[in-house]
């Protein structure tokens, strides 16, 4: 294991982990749960959206766009 600059912990002895608890703030925990809420909100729609696509079998492949295509002024006014 290397620590910041790359040097072997090892070196400097043993690591020893200590038990440690906090509690937030009320407005730390209420900014926690807000960022908690948003991120699960956001996996459930990326989620949500992978599978529409997954199942529509949408293919980001470049060899699957469309041919690009030059079109005039005159031929959108044509169309339109």
Same mark, same amino acid.
């Given at each position: 294991?290397?620590? #910041?600059?790359?040097?072997?912990?090892?070196?400097?002895? *043993?690591?020893?982990?200590? !038990?440690?608890?906090?509690?937030?703030?009320?407005?730390?925990?209420?900014?926690?749960?807000?960022?908690?809420?948003?991120?699960?909100?956001? *996996?459930?729609?990326? +989620?949500?959206? +992978? !599978?529409?696509?997954? *199942?529509?079998?949408?293919?980001?492949?470049?060899?699957?766009?469309?041919?690009?295509?030059?079109?005039? *002024?005159? #031929?959108?006014?044509?169309?339109?």
């Amino acid at each position: 294991m290397l620590d #910041q600059t790359g040097q072997n912990t090892e070196m400097f002895g *043993r690591l020893e982990a200590e !038990e440690v608890s906090f509690e937030l703030s009320p407005k730390q925990s209420a900014y926690f749960n807000t960022m908690r809420r948003i991120n699960a909100y956001l *996996r459930e729609e990326y +989620h949500t959206l +992978h !599978e529409f696509l997954w *199942r529509t079998g949408l293919s980001a492949s470049s060899s699957a766009w469309p041919q690009w295509s030059v079109t005039t *002024r005159s #031929q959108l006014a044509r169309e339109n």
